[in-house]
């Protein structure tokens, strides 16, 4: 497979700035891309890598916040504005600058593709030689070819050396690559990004400080993510990266690209043997990994939960911290404890199943696809003696969703059914979208606000329905649930007398799930509701207010007080197959009883 390198490179006109003065401004230009170029597959985690960059950028790398520009697809030519302005302001300023350029997308030998259009490598390069940036660097993580974990690939080509595409005339430079001209480089979903960047920023961040002075050079980023970047490809696939390297800095030996001093919030590990690993846990993500050996790191690290980890033949050792804004925490590997046996079994997936979250991860589809059938019972006291039997024929329904972000989902609703009654109707529904966004983090509390509406103009209606859904986690598989509801429809007439009806219907409800052996998961809820129906007729300019009605009910079973069916026995991480039993129980004048069954598949990508 050929491929166009992810690679760094760093060029100096002379003896190069010392990076961390304060006199040396640094300005940055980040992009990822994800929309497929030409015949390519789109990627999933460019636009993850380049805030992944621009992140330690900020946190480690001494760079200001407002002086680090994220584009996710631009048009080329805004690639090509963004740098230029900063080459006119480091020109205007006069003083020592170093522009750093990052790129996470397809490319081929000619190009790279932001927004799936071409931006010419020799634009590109003619920046990158500008000598109004004193330092210049360029991270390219980008390649051709290949088929597994989604290479960054665009069409086959000859191999072409790592030097080519991005060399510079200037002397001095450090040219880092993910891959040779004949590989691929990879993104994948275990680590929601690149191999190579994913590694490079956790070197940054200080898994690289070989020294243990405080800071980073590009040679020790350079060696952790190279080291990482081949054993994970080797155990991942067939196409192994090897990332490349070569150094010409004229007066230096090296190049240090971020201090962790300069960060606000930090840990600091004291490794005796390891290797340690550092997990956040609202993710899941392994974010680094620190080398064998006696070592005393401090790492710059976002605030929120963690855990360290050290894996042994005598069982797995870790401990939870929280790493807070503005302060430092201290972990030392003496201090871990016990807390798996080797013989416990381990997980079937390497991430927690989409089916089981709150909210759908970014990017992440689900497609549901059912067969129900009810049943049900009225009594009217005084009308009929018995109760009035009735029964919904079998209908099959779908269901979309999709993760807009990691927090904020969209839902689908009201999709076409098929009733299979006589004669066989397809019923083309109102769709209904619900937005969810998540706060809190799975494993602890999630509180989830929602809201949906919809309108029926057939029925001249209006429905809006807003609510909270709140998930507890008791442990790592099991939570309880609770929720609350307000459904309000409108309803008006278009007769010469003005009719607007109004239904409010609040709901509350609570349940609780669990996930056995990551096969199959159990949710039962109940959920009670009430509707007030009231009627306000608008006569010869005289508004008449009509009786208020008000019926309540309980329903248990699946879907009540929680998001989850009865039943789901999950084959693998996309397909599900599930079954819900539910029933409903109204009291008072018009006494009803419902249930209803259903079973379906559901699909998550």
Not at 387 to 400: D, E, K, N, R, T
Not at 561 to 576: E, K, Q, R, Y
Request: hydrophobic share 40%.
């Amino acid at each position: 497979m050929n491929a166009l390198l992810a690679l760094t490179l760093v060029a100096l006109t002379a003896a190069p700035p010392d990076t961390g003065s304060p006199d040396v401004k640094r300005l940055a230009v980040v992009v990822g891309a994800n929309r497929a170029a030409p015949g390519r597959t789109p990627l999933r985690y460019a636009h993850r890598d380049a805030r992944s960059v621009a992140s330690v950028l900020v946190e480690a790398g001494q760079f200001s916040r407002d002086d680090v520009l994220v584009l996710e697809d631009p048009e080329p030519s805004r690639v090509l504005a963004a740098l230029d302005s900063r080459l006119e302001r480091l020109g205007k300023e006069g003083r020592e600058g170093l522009l750093l350029f990052y790129y996470s997308g397809h490319s081929d030998d000619r190009a790279l593709y932001p927004n799936g259009q071409p931006l010419e490598l020799k634009a590109l390069r003619a920046r990158l030689e500008d000598e109004r940036a004193a330092v210049r660097v360029g991270i390219l993580d980008a390649c051709q070819g290949g088929s597994w974990t989604r290479a960054k690939g665009l069409s086959p080509a000859a191999p072409f050396a790592v030097e080519v595409p991005l060399a510079l005339s200037s002397e001095g430079s450090v040219l880092l690559a993910s891959s040779t001209g004949q590989e691929a480089s990879h993104e994948t979903d275990e680590l929601q990004g690149s191999f190579f960047t994913h590694h490079l920023v956790a070197g940054l961040r200080g898994a690289a400080d070989e020294g243990d002075d405080g800071q980073v050079t590009v040679g020790e980023a350079f060696a952790y993510a190279q080291r990482l970047t081949i054993r994970d490809t080797s155990l991942r696939g067939e196409a192994v990266q090897h990332p490349s390297f070569d150094l010409r800095l004229r007066g230096r030996q090296d190049l240090p690209l971020t201090r962790l001093a300069s960060a606000s919030s930090t840990l600091e590990v004291r490794q005796e043997l390891g290797p340690l690993q550092v997990i956040q846990l609202h993710t899941g993500l392994v974010v680094l990994e620190v080398p064998e050996g006696r070592r005393a790191l401090r790492m710059a690290l976002p605030v929120g939960p963690y855990l360290v980890r050290r894996r042994t033949p005598e069982g797995t050792f870790a401990r939870e911290l929280q790493v807070e804004a503005g302060k430092s925490v201290t972990v030392l590997e003496e201090n871990l404890e016990l807390v798996g046996a080797p013989g416990l079994a381990a997980k079937r997936y390497a991430r927690p199943l989409a089916a089981t979250l709150t909210t759908l991860p970014a990017g992440t589809h689900a497609v549901g696809l059912s067969m129900s059938v009810g049943y049900g019972e009225v009594a009217q006291d005084g009308s009929y003696p018995l109760p009035i039997a009735y029964a919904i024929p079998p209908s099959l329904s779908v269901g979309y969703g999709v993760g807009l972000t990691d927090r904020l989902q969209l839902s689908v609703a009201g999709l076409p059914s098929l009733a299979f009654s006589r004669p066989v109707k397809l019923f083309f529904g109102i769709p209904t979208p619900t937005l969810s966004f998540r706060l809190g983090e799975a494993g602890r509390t999630e509180w989830v606000p929602q809201v949906s509406g919809t309108v029926h103009p057939e029925f001249k209606t209006i429905q809006v329905v807003a609510g909270l859904r709140t998930r507890w986690w008791v442990s790592d598989s099991s939570s309880v649930h609770a929720m609350a509801s307000v459904n309000h429809s409108f309803f008006t007439s278009g007769s010469d007398t003005v009719l607007l009806r109004l239904n409010p219907v609040p709901s509350v409800g609570a349940g609780y799930s669990v996930t056995l052996g990551e096969v199959v998961t159990l949710a039962v809820g109940v959920s009670a509701w009430a509707i007030f129906s009231e009627e306000l007729v608008l006569q010869d300019g005289i508004l008449h207010r009509g009786g208020l009605n008000v019926r309540v009910g309980l329903n248990l079973g699946g879907f009540h007080g929680t998001a989850f069916p009865l039943l789901s026995i999950h084959l693998n991480d996309v397909w599900s197959l599930t079954g819900n039993a539910s029933l409903g129980l109204q009291p008072g004048a018009e006494r009803s009883t419902s249930s209803q069954f259903s079973a379906g598949v559901l699909a998550t990508f």
